[in-house]
């Protein structure tokens, strides 16, 4: 195994910014609300096995289907733009917002939230790019902080407040706009070689 820190870092930021944990706590708090309870331990690890499963099958899910992995980033930088857009002009595109208690750390915190189309897509283009242990190690320092901001989001409440809350958000989502444009500038160029 070949640990890159540069390689673990950079993706380690990337997947950070695009599962937006952070940006997604006023969303924690209201499924903890509706729910009652959220299993942060559980929705961790789902997470996790999503995600790492998606490493490895998830090039040849795309060849099965006769998609190129260039082709995928590409479709998914548009996802992830979307997101960004979600982000800086607080609209909500994606994220479905009605729950079952018995359901939510599931569905919708462990996926889609957590490791939903956003994640998925920039997994394969770092797969790219990337050694896959230096991926799975960001996976799972990334997992450790989902865990860490599940368990303590009351706390990052009323820490932050809401204001606090929204500025990350924002700052989040021009990260992840400067992201998605990389990937789409980069994989468009691969498909037309």
């Known amino acids: ?14 997947l950070f910014a695009v599962i937006d944990i952070v940006g997604n706590i ?4 209201k499924l903890r609300k509706k ?3 959220i299993q942060s331990a559980k929705a961790s690890i789902i997470a996790l096995v999503i995600m790492i499963a998606f490493v490895f099958l998830g090039e040849r899910i795309l060849n099965v289907i006769g998609v190129q992995v260039n082709e995928f980033a590409v479709a998914g930088s548009f996802i992830l733009f979307f997101i960004a857009l979600e982000m800086i002009l607080g609209i909500t595109l994606f994220k479905d917002e009605e729950v079952s208690p018995k359901t939510v750390t599931v569905f919708p915190l462990a996926f889609p939230l957590l490791a939903g189309p956003g994640s998925l897509t920039s997994l394969v ?6 050694k896959i242990e230096n991926i799975i190690v ?11 901001v599940l368990k303590t989001s009351r706390h ?10 929204a500025v990350i958000q924002k700052v989040f989502g021009v990260i992840l706009l400067a992201i998605a444009v990389k990937l789409f500038t ?4 691969e498909l037309f070689k």
Do not use: C, S
């Not at 195994?1 to 990337?14: G, H, L, R, S, V």
């Not at 960001?138 to 860490?148: E, P, S, T, V």
């Not at 980069?186 to 160029?189: E, G, R, S, T, Y």
């Open 26 to 29: 006023p969303i924690v708090i």
């Open 138 to 148: 960001a996976i799972a320092i990334n997992i450790l902080l989902i865990y860490i």
């Open 1 to 14: 195994m070949n640990f890159d820190f540069k390689e673990i870092t950079a993706a380690t930021m990337i």
């Open 156 to 165: 990052i409440e009323r820490f932050m407040g809401k204001n606090g809350i």
């Open 125 to 130: 283009a770092l797969r790219a790019e990337y």
């Open 186 to 189: 980069a994989n468009i160029q």
């Open 35 to 37: 729910a009652g309870h």
